[in-house]
Nanobody, 125 residues
Framework: QVQLVESGGGSVRPGDSLRLSCVGS????????MGWFRQCPGKEREFVASISGSGGTSVYEDSVRGRFTISRDNAKNTVYLQLNSLKPEDTAVYYC??????????????????WGQGTQVTVSS
C-alpha cells in the first residue's frame, strides 16, 4: 500500500550537482520521517541523510555533511536530496526510505519501514 518512487539520478562530472526526488503514497506523509541511503559498488547499503516528519530536523552522514541537503515538501508528498560538489566516491544507487515515526534519528539507526526502488547516480570524469 505504501509506495516510494525515486527519480533524478544520472551521470555527472565531479563537482556537479544533482537533485533526487522521492514521491510517497499510501499514508499521511507528514507523520513520518524520511531518508536516503546509498549503496556504492561493492559495498553495503549505508545511511546518507534523514529528515523529521515536519522537516525541522535533519541528520547527515559525515562524508556528505555540507555538500548534500535533505528537504521535504509535505504538500507534494515528496522528499528531496540535493547533491552538490559531487565526487566519484558518491557514485551509488540511492534509495529513498520511509520511517515508522516522525523522528529523523530512527532512520539514522536503520529503523526503516519502506524502501524505494533506487536511482543510479554516477560521478566520473
Amino acid at each position: 500500500q505504501v509506495q516510494l518512487v525515486e527519480s533524478g539520478g544520472g551521470s555527472v562530472r565531479p563537482g556537479d550537482s544533482l537533485r533526487l526526488s522521492c514521491v510517497g503514497s499510501g499514508r499521511t506523509f507528514s507523520n513520518y520521517a524520511m531518508g536516503w541511503f546509498r549503496q556504492c559498488p561493492g559495498k553495503e547499503r549505508e545511511f546518507v541523510a534523514s529528515i523529521s516528519g515536519s522537516g525541522g530536523t535533519s541528520v547527515y552522514e559525515d562524508s556528505v555533511r555540507g555538500r548534500f541537503t535533505i528537504s521535504r515538501d509535505n504538500a507534494k508528498n515528496t522528499v528531496y536530496l540535493q547533491l552538490n560538489s559531487l565526487k566519484p566516491e558518491d557514485t551509488a544507487v540511492y534509495y529513498c526510505a520511509g520511517g515508522a515515526t516522525v523522528l529523523a534519528m530512527n532512520i539514522r539507526y536503520n529503523r526503516v519501514s519502506y524502501w524505494g526502488q533506487g536511482t543510479q547516480v554516477t560521478v566520473s570524469s
